[in-house]
């Protein structure tokens, strides 16, 4: 069983495709992109060991020289330091317009190859092959490329898409059970944003928690019903003026809860799920979203293995303060993505702090 | 006397807007193009000292909330450590979307600013004021933005497009004369491989070797042309697929001369006019062009001041070596671009290296 799912942009267009087992057929597929022959292959020491042989055998049997860079695991490797790194490589290869960055691992170092990519000879070849859930599902999709600043995240980027997003399920047995909870929080949001019928299939599912009570099948429709749901999103709204803010939900509250713990002890996907679930209580409150509907998407979070309360560590003023600050206030108000039934949110910017405070309360 | 040349291209469309004297309006232009309140402007101190008030003035009593940051002059400092700064800029004056950043400088400025306006928050607005007459008829149109890598210049980029090109001819009176001399090689490239009047206008004005013997209106007019003729070359040709190729007329062994002098005694107008004087001799050689047609380029190149003859300093075995390494070589084969008559070229890959030879010897 194989997906394949077109993504047609304005002036570019490019599919992912979607197979179990497919990596070590990756060289084949690249085949038929008219590349040229250099292809540097980006990631980490983790990753590679499990499938870098794979993938840089695929490439040189057919027929390309393969050149490998490996950086640091983990989100403080994220910067412009890394990507001078890429460059000296990329120089010292004598990479060309026609030559191939691919991104072999999660979304940090799908982040930092596509920016590379997108800024070296002012573009060349960009190729995801995610290796995280969160990768396959959200990071690889979309275009946003980019680096965090010392003091702020993702501040530094490009629109740049790939040639090709390349992706084997199969991969995901050996990503650690957080890593693979935290795409699961994203899988559910597409389910409450977008596809309902993908949050019908999580919910029959009887064990969601880790990998192996996962069937193939089912793992790689869930994938590509994700995938499908952000292409959907992201073609409508290439560069993030109005639709594609959907896409944020549960990351309002989830973001301000994530760099108050200092993205540490709380992981994103934990973070998201929280704050899905407050945004589902704040949109029934509003009397937006039955109570139904909102219990049923927390049972999902609940049965994926995140945890639905907020630490009582947490400072409830200090998330209020922190929601200020985020970027996604519009001249003072706070925009919540909120649902109105599975499958589809509203974006609103009335809901006021005692709202968000009462909520919070609840959660403790 | 204003200009306006609208360019439109697939995903955006902006003006060039050429008027001298027009630097103290500055503001009240940009008022008609919805940015936000925050601009960041970016300069040189040399540059800044002459005009930096004027135009800082002139957003100020528009509206604008100005930060300024200063580079200093020179290649040299056309690096990713540069752009680092001004990243650190952007942070601490918290430029948001829709702020702004603004080159007012020559091509190293533009280049950089607008690599910086591409990369902060993925994009941000960017207008150019270009000072330098290379900058006004060259770097600051056509989207290509960058900086240089250590080993090489230009590698380090993006294809970005500014919202507005500012032009005032007038503030060319306190460039110095080398590099007045340096845009008119560029402004004659022009008259050769596109736009037979201006050539003619070039050839009918007595003296063109400084800015004094120039009328505003003269002035005014040729670099009106030279935009016109650079915009009609890139929106056909925005990534540089064919057409745009044409540009580098003179520059293939422009750039080879350069390098191998170290970008120091020779600068690049100098290069440039060497490059066209033997790419013409080729061009006759090949009985493409008239040996007439060929002397009236050579003659106003000699009119605008720059030098006629290769310094014998130069080694013909490195220059010819220096050109199979040049980027613009396809399957081991050098393309030149040949005049075929006044405005109009050709991109031949039929120049063998006697020929190339030949021509360097009759220069010296
Ligand atoms: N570009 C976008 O649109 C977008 C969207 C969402 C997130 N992101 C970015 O993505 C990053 C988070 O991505 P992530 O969650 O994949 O984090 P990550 O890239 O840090 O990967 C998480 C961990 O899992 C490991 N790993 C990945 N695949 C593995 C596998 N198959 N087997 C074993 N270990 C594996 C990695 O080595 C890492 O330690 C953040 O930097 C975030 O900003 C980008
Ligand atoms: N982006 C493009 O398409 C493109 C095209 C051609 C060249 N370039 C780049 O442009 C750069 C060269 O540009 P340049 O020739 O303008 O060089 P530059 O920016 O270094 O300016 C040349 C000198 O003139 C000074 N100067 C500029 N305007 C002045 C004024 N009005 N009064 C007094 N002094 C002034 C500058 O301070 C500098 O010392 C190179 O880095 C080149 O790679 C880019
Ligand atoms: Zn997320
Ligand atoms: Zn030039």
């Known amino acids: 069983m194989s997906s394949v799912i077109p993504v047609t942009l304005p002036h570019t267009a490019y599919e992912i495709v979607i197979t179990s087992g497919c990596l070590p057929q990756l060289g084949e597929y690249l085949n038929h992109l008219k590349l040229g022959q250099k292809i540097l292959v980006i990631s980490n020491p983790e990753i ?3 499938y870098g042989d794979i993938v840089v055998n695929s490439l ?6 393969v050149y490998t860079h490996l950086i640091p695991p983990g989100e403080p490797y994220k910067t412009l330091d890394s990507i001078a790194q890429i460059y000296d490589i990329a120089f010292k290869n004598r990479l060309e317009r026609a030559s191939t960055m691919l991104a072999l691992g999660g979304g940090v170092i799908g982040d930092m190859t596509g920016f590379a990519a997108a800024t070296w000879l002012r573009g060349i070849n960009f190729i995801q092959v995610p290796t995280s859930l969160l990768a396959m599902v959200d990071a690889s999709i979309g275009g946003k490329t980019g680096v965090n600043h010392p003091q702020g995240k993702n501040l530094i980027g490009a629109f740049y898409q790939p040639r090709l997003v390349f992706i084997d399920p199969l991969v995901l047995k050996t990503l650690p059970v957080r890593e693979f909870r935290a795409g699961m929080a994203e ?3 597409y389910g409450v944003i977008w596809d309902q019928d993908l949050f019908n299939q999580l919910e029959t599912q009887k064990e969601l928690d880790t990998l192996e009570n996962l069937e ?4 790689q429709t869930i994938i590509t019903r994700s995938c499908q749901a952000k292409v959907d999103v992201v073609s409508q709204d290439e560069k993030e003026s109005g639709l594609r803010a959907i896409l944020n939900y549960g990351h309002t509250l989830g973001h301000a809860i994530e760099s108050l713990t200092g993205y540490n002890t709380i992981n994103h996907g934990e973070a998201v799920g929280m704050g899905m679930i407050a945004a589902g209580k704040i949109a029934f409150k509003l009397g937006m979203w039955t109570e139904k509907e909102s219990q049923r998407q927390d049972k999902l979070i609940e049965k994926i293995g ?3 309360t907020i630490s009582s560590s947490l400072n409830i003023a200090d998330v209020l303060e ?3 600050m985020d ?3 519009k001249a003072g108000k706070v925009r919540f993505i909120l649902p109105t039934e599975i499958g589809k949110v509203i974006i609103s910017d009335r809901v006021s ?7 919070m309360q609840e959660l403790i």
């Open 187 to 189: 899988v559910i949001k």
């Open 322 to 324: 922190s929601l200020q």
């Open 353 to 359: 702090a005692e709202l968000i405070e009462g909520v």
């Open 60 to 65: 040189i049997k057919s027929g390309f020289e």
């Open 216 to 219: 193939k099948e089912f793992l």
């Open 306 to 308: 995140l945890p639905i």
């Open 327 to 329: 970027k996604k206030v």
């Open 48 to 50: 590679y060991d499990y």
